[in-house]
């Protein structure tokens, strides 16, 4: 994500400096973020024929090809879902949906101090909101894919479960921690460009470790251990649940929700540090 320069002076409230903490002035740039996060939308869609509508075209047309690879043509089957290719593409998409949350808010991380590098030597800027507004940026697209599952739910059941109106819960869960993963990366990005090689693999890798294609219980040991301890692995299985109508997972969402809160602190807090030295690199 690149944001671009402006001729206009920044808005008042750009420092994340002074006796208020970090968060505090988080939040006192919140209209500042909501603008980046509208800027960007507005660009990567700038110049298509179809415009801003490919934010429901994209997440359509996967739901689209699940349901044919896993509904009709491997006519996946698990139990406790259902028969049908609906509540089979239902299953696999709720992964997805969480997997690609992670990924388009990690992916450009390494490199977004980087790509607006002007706002580190020239300007005076609050560099933590660029990860807040890429967080931002990928919850549009995964909200977007959640209505749409919502949808193919309902033409599963007919009427979906009343739980199914509790499934952002998985998304919000995750927003602590994956805003303390965009600190982290982007600020070690400054000093290891090639973290930005690395993360694809690493996202890849934790696809296949999570169960996004399959059930949690169809994995052996010693492997299931690694996907217990998957970062999106209790937020795919908290969706699943809502969708299916099952009970809401208070006590792993709880513990999920306190692990993720910890790792905010930190990315934000490594990145408050790091920040110093931007400019010598840079």
């Known amino acids: 994500m690149e944001i671009q320069s402006s001729t206009k002076p920044p808005p008042a409230n750009l420092r994340l400096a002074g006796k208020r903490s ?59 879902i259902g028969g049908s290719s609906e509540s089979m593409t239902a299953f696999f998409l709720a992964g997805v949906i969480v997997h690609q949350f992670l990924g388009e808010s990690v992916s450009r991380a390494p490199s977004l101090v980087l790509d607006n590098k002007n706002y580190v030597t020239r300007v005076v800027f609050p560099l933590e909101v660029l990860p807040v507004v890429t967080v931002t940026v990928a919850l549009v697209g995964a909200s977007i894919a959640l209505v749409l599952l919502a949808f193919l739910t309902a033409l599963t059941s007919g009427i979906p479960p009343i739980t199914v109106l509790l499934s952002p819960l998985a998304l919000l869960g995750m927003i602590p921690m994956l805003l303390g993963l965009t600190w982290i990366l982007a600020a070690i990005g400054v000093f290891v460009r090639d973290l930005s090689q690395i993360l694809p693999i690493a996202l890849s890798v934790l696809f296949f470790l999570a169960p ?53 602190w930190l990315g934000l807090a490594l990145f408050s540090r790091l920040r110093r030295a931007f400019a010598d690199v840079l």
């Not at 301890?229 to 299985?237: A, G, K, R, V």
């Open 22 to 80: 970090a968060f505090q002035a988080l939040w006192g740039n919140r209209h500042l973020i909501r603008r980046l996060a509208g800027r960007e939308l507005q660009s990567r869609y700038r110049g298509n024929i179809l415009g801003i509508a490919w934010a429901v075209l994209v997440p359509l047309g996967m739901v689209l090809m699940y349901s044919l690879v896993f509904g009709s043509i491997f006519k996946a089957r698990w139990s406790g």
């Open 212 to 264: 996004v294609l399959y059930p949690r219980s169809s994995v052996p040991e010693p492997f299931g251990s690694f996907v217990v301890f998957n970062p999106i692995t209790i937020p795919i299985e908290t969706m699943r649940a809502l969708v299916f109508g099952h009970p809401f997972p208070w006590e792993s969402a709880a513990i999920y929700l306190a692990v993720s809160l910890v790792i905010c």
